[in-house]
């Protein structure tokens, strides 16, 4: 209200419109997406299908939410509609993490309208005190962010205090420091799939560490600071700059040579 000085109701709306396009985003990743300049295709709907008839390690909650991430990225992969989440490249972490926790669990929109929110407020910190560019602070900024936010946004959704929000988003952030930003093939599909994973089941593991009051030992403002400090000491390589890490192995090197030589349509992912 006060950063965009409009009522309650008007922010609770706006809200409630984002989540309507994640949502309809997991579910037409669910579908199956098609699009030529990509690495990965449709693994989603495979996914719901062995999970479904019960040949994965059991989980529902977690299993669910690696669903609804790779549903959400491969849409994003395919130039669907996403909410950059923070950004395009990290937006599965966080509506994966919280719809797939909420449809789990049964709990109303409502209920992830307000978890979203404080998902938000964040983000307004990190991005007040650190980045959300890769660029600048390798795969910790975004998908290391996202992570952070739906710790916090967990805690809303099952009922916790602010103090325990801040503590899940402060263990999250924590176990995200350092990790680099390496894109296969030039593509944000791999390892960016995998981080989104890890990132919404940390938050989960830190949203429930946050619950049974983990001592969490470092604030979360000053672990944002640590984020930026880290951020800056990152090789440039290993910044979202495809001349470090996974980027240059010889798997990486063959697959982009490989859609170089294909047809490429007018817009690709970034």
Known sequence: MARGNISANEVLEKMRQIIHIMGSAIESGLKGTTYTDRILGAQSPQFKERMDAGTLVGGD??????????AMMEVKSSMGVIVAAPTAGSCGA?????????????VSEEV???AMLSAGLIGVFIAAHATFAAEVGGCMAETGSGGGMAAAALVEMKG????????????????SLGIICDPIGNRVEAPCLG???MAATNAVSCANMALADYEKL??????????KAVGDQIHHTLRCTNLGGLSVTPAAKKIEAMLEE??????KSC
């Not at 909650?61 to 790779?70: E, G, K, M």
């Not at 966080?94 to 049964?106: D, E, R, V, Y």
């Not at 916790?160 to 176990?175: D, K, M, Y």
């Open 61 to 70: 909650v977690n299993n669910r939410i690696i669903l609804y991430v790779s």
């Open 94 to 106: 966080l509506p994966g993490a919280l719809f797939g926790t909420a449809h789990s669990l049964g």
């Open 112 to 114: 992830l309208v307000k």
């Open 160 to 175: 916790g205090t602010v103090e325990q929000s801040i503590a899940a988003a402060s263990l999250a952030l924590q176990n």
């Open 195 to 197: 981080r989104n994973v």
């Open 218 to 227: 470092v604030p979360l403002d000053e672990v944002i600071q640590t984020m």
């Open 262 to 267: 294909q047809p490429q349509p007018f817009f």
